[in-house]
């Protein structure tokens, strides 16, 4: 029996790009390095030292270059398909986020609230996608605005996916909508 992941789409596509012109402009560059090396070779008897330096200092910079070079010989790209993800929804792994915060002067809880209702409001399965905060300080500030956020997130969460809010963080949403 065929396994029916085998229908669906890749997430994402690597595409290569070649350039002909380019390869060969790298090979001429190499042609001319090493020529210039064979010269200093050949040459050595004139003047030892300098021509020693010399061509231990192009030698090492002809290794580099060949190092550059061959990273770059075949450049890919890698294209995402995001919206192929809601067909794999049951292919996804479980994810535990874990949000920490200590101090709520130095982390306002305004923060730690953004950055869990944008947690929730991931296009993720929800029985998929845990949260977890942990309050090392142990206040009551982060208690109670994490509280509210409960509440508030009852509302957040189906209006990010009934208008699809790309920006999830409640604060940066409606910052963007008064600027």
Known sequence: MADSNSSLLPLSENISHKSYVLRIVDLTILGLLFSLLLYRILHMSQNDNVWLVAFLCESIFSFIWLIITCIKWSPAED????????????????????????????????????????????????????CYVSDDGCSPHTFFSLRE???????????????????????????????
Not at 81 to 99: S, T
Not at 157 to 178: G, M
């Open 79 to 130: 294209k995402p398909y995001p919206n192929r993800l809601d067909e794999r929804v049951h292919d996804l792994p479980a994810v535990d986020m874990f949000v920490p915060t200590a101090d709520p002067v130095r982390e306002p809880p305004i923060i730690v609230v953004n950055t869990v209702l944008s947690l929730l409001a991931l296009n993720y399965p929800a029985n998929k996608l845990a």
């Open 149 to 179: 956020a409960s509440k508030f997130a009852k509302i957040w969460v189906p209006f990010c996916k009934k208008y699809n809010v790309r920006v999830r963080a409640p604060f940066r949403y409606f910052l963007n909508l008064w600027s």
